[in-house]
């Protein structure tokens, strides 16, 4: 518990003061945002803005996590190593969030709103996204656990849909497609949700302060202690509580800059960097569905953008909303942009309130003796 805490305030601390030092640099080398010319007016402002703040995201959460076990090996804490589990999520994170610099540098040089080209994002994400989850069914603990398994989970793995009853290499492979299939969803769906001041910044840090606290029980109700009934197979969940301690505390020192009228944006180097830390502590700790429903705001951001495309190409070019991702139809209605922000993230809220209620209540199921057997 004492790592997280100190990890919370280490990620808070190196993006609060880390931050307006960014800020001094890109305003010194002019690396400003770019504004696409067909969204509300009312953003003609922010071209010029500070982006890729990303970067000190990303850094903090690296920083931190390593800071923090050198603090606990000082304290000789058992806990003092990084786990396989901890590194696996840094490589899908720093990895994202290198494809996502890559992209922001693209739109600076060349001056225009668009990085690299879609193929581009898909050919470098597939392959980090590969890397990542083949290294998962690797890095055995002393329990036989991996970091990942081949069974699709909801709030622990699900027997019935596990992949590797196709056989070992045929399941491992299926794996490594389902893993990216989630990559991808989380990467856009933060990336999409990332267009006002402060919203996607807030409303991953929501799910990542979900993250802690899952962590934290699964590692008090941990298999390894003896099985018990609700107990969870997850490798290493305090290390991945780590994680997620620190990255929501460098969310909410860099959403002080970032929020209205935000000093900077985090670009495709914090969005797509967020989305691969989400993909991977949802992986790990195998609730891989039930992201879907603690990020429920950024699913139905996401599902806009899909309805909005859809329906212009079946019906010739008609229109479901004004302007697609969701965010902007709101504005285009007339509602202020930080109208927008504090209602979207009260329904990020009840979204990431809804999936705790979820996982505990799974939990409490297998308690009450309605679920008779032991994961």
Not at 80 to 109: E, N, R
Request: proline share 3%; with cysteine.
């Amino acid at each position: 518990m004492i790592g997280l805490l100190i990890g919370g305030v280490l990620g808070l601390v190196l993006t609060g003061l880390g931050t307006p030092l960014f800020i001094r640099y890109l305003v010194k080398q002019g690396y400003g945002q770019q504004v696409r010319d067909d969204g509300p007016q009312t953003h003609k402002s922010k071209r010029g803005t500070p982006t890729m703040g990303g970067f000190v995201i990303i850094t903090a959460l690296v920083a931190g996590y390593l800071l923090t076990h050198l603090v606990l090996a000082l304290l000789g804490s058992e806990l003092a190593g990084p786990t396989a589990s901890g590194w696996l999520v840094l490589l899908l994170t720093v990895g994202m969030a290198f494809v996502g610099w890559i992209d922001d540098y693209t739109k600076i040089a060349k001056q225009r709103s668009l990085g690299l080209t879609p193929m581009g994002k898909i050919v470098l994400q597939a392959a980090i996204g590969t890397a990542f989850a083949v290294l998962a069914l690797m890095f055995r603990d002393e329990h036989g656990r991996t970091p990942a398994s081949t069974a699709i989970s909801f709030v622990r793995d699900l027997p019935w849909l596990e992949l590797a009853f196709a056989g070992p290499l045929l399941g491992a492979v299926l794996f490594v497609i389902w893993s990216n299939v989630i990559t991808t969803a989380t990467t856009n769906a933060v990336n999409l949700t990332d267009g006002l001041d402060g919203l996607a910044t807030g409303a991953t840090a929501m799910v990542t302060g979900a993250y802690v606290l899952i962590t934290l029980f699964q590692a008090g109700q941990d298999c390894t202690g003896g099985a018990v009934p609700g107990c969870y197979q997850v490798r290493d969940p305090m290390d991945l509580g780590l994680i997620a301690a620190v990255l929501t505390g460098a969310l909410l020192g860099f959403l002080w800059w970032n929020t209205s009228p935000a000093k900077i944006f985090m670009g495709d180097t914090g969005s797509l960097g967020l989305g691969g830390a989400l993909a991977g502590l949802a992986i790990l700790t195998r609730t891989e569905l039930l992201v879907i429903v603690l990020a429920g705001l950024m699913v139905a951001i996401t599902l806009s953008v899909i309805i909005q495309v859809g329906w212009f190409k079946a019906s010739g070019g008609k229109r479901v909303f004004l302007m697609a991702p969701l965010q902007h139809h709101f504005e285009l209605k007339g509602w202020a942009e930080v109208t927008v922000v504090v209602r979207f993230w009260l329904i990020s809220l009840i979204c990431v309130a809804a999936g705790l209620a979820l996982f505990y209540g799974e939990w409490l199921l297998h308690q009450g003796g309605l679920a008779g057997v032991t994961p």
